[in-house]
């Protein structure tokens, strides 16, 4: 092991007493001290986790499970915001908005220049000057004006009592029908049942709503038959808002 001179640094021979420098006493010398450290270990790190193909399985069935849930409880919400289906109303119904006719057409009274919107699925039985004969999807309907100055209620009683008893069997009064109007003329009008024997002889079961109302001095009478429908339709007539329409939609000379 080299030997340095405590006092100036110079190294020194070995078994010198002194230094060969400065002349310093050997015993004064250092040696330079030898420090050795231990190697540190190698870190080590978890590998990186595999996931089998049965754990991948699962996770994907679980997923689609959540959005099954998901997509029936949106369902729901949405059909209970919407309401579920509603009861017709027959009887103290409520103000209905009125859908208008497809592609109507006009009828015009060329003796009172009244004019009548209807429905071109219709078809045109008869008319003339006075008035016209509708054949509807189900029914008739038909709209007679005359010169009358007497009370609404008569001219409905008048039309009932005309009609060919042959056809109109068993006429009986249901119910006077409230707020009837023609046009923008308040009126009356009435709802009957009868039995109506058809060409063939067949009965049909009917109901119809007979509607007077008179500017003017000119009476219009409307009369509507439909098929029978007490339990589904307001007044039993399955056509009553279109005939209720027409009624709206009627024009006054």
């Known amino acids: 092991m080299a030997m340095f001179c405590g006092r100036c640094g110079a190294q020194v021979a070995p078994g010198s007493p002194f230094c060969g420098r400065c002349g310093a006493p050997v015993v004064q010398a250092i040696a330079a001290p030898v420090y050795s450290y231990p190697v540190a270990a190698p870190a080590r790190y978890p590998a990186a986790r595999r996931f089998g193909?049965?754990?991948?399985?699962?996770?994907?069935?679980?997923?689609?499970?959540?959005?099954?849930?998901?997509?029936?409880?949106?369902?729901f919400a949405v059909s209970q915001a919407l309401g579920g289906?509603?009861?017709?109303?027959?009887?103290?119904?409520a103000p209905k908005f009125v859908t208008p006719l497809p592609e109507s057409k006009t009828y015009i009274s060329s003796a009172f220049k009244y004019e009548v919107d209807y429905s071109?699925?219709?078809?045109?039985?008869?008319?003339?000057?006075?008035?016209v004969l509708f054949g509807t999807r189900l029914g008739t309907l038909q709209v007679v004006g005359t010169r009358?100055?007497?009370?609404?209620?008569?001219?409905?009683?008048a039309v009932v009592a005309a009609l060919p008893s042959a056809?109109?069997?068993?006429?009986?009064?249901?119910?006077?029908l409230k707020g009837a109007h023609i046009g923008d003329q308040n009126g009356l009008g009435?709802?009957?049942?009868?039995?109506?024997?058809?060409?063939?002889?067949t009965t049909t079961?009917?109901?119809?709503?007979?509607?007077?109302?008179?500017?003017?001095?000119v009476t219009v009478v409307i009369l509507a038959a439909d098929p029978a429908d007490v339990k589904g339709s307001p007044h039993?007539?399955?056509?009553?808002?279109?005939?209720?329409?027409?009624?709206a939609e009627f024009r006054w000379a």
């Not at 193909?53 to 959540?66: C, K, R």
């Open 236 to 247: 039993g007539i399955p056509e009553a808002q279109d005939f209720d329409y027409l009624c």
């Open 167 to 176: 056809q109109w069997q068993s006429v009986a009064l249901v119910s006077d």
């Open 53 to 75: 193909t049965s754990q991948i399985a699962i996770a994907g069935v679980l997923l689609a499970i959540l959005a099954i849930v998901t997509v029936g409880v949106t369902a």
């Open 148 to 157: 009358s100055t007497a009370p609404v209620d008569q001219a409905i009683k």
């Open 120 to 131: 071109s699925a219709w078809t045109v039985r008869s008319q003339d000057a006075n008035g």
């Open 85 to 93: 289906k509603q009861a017709v109303c027959t009887v103290n119904c």
């Open 205 to 217: 079961k009917v109901q119809f709503a007979v509607i007077a109302a008179t500017r003017g001095g």
């Open 190 to 201: 009435s709802i009957y049942s009868a039995n109506l024997v058809g060409a063939n002889s």
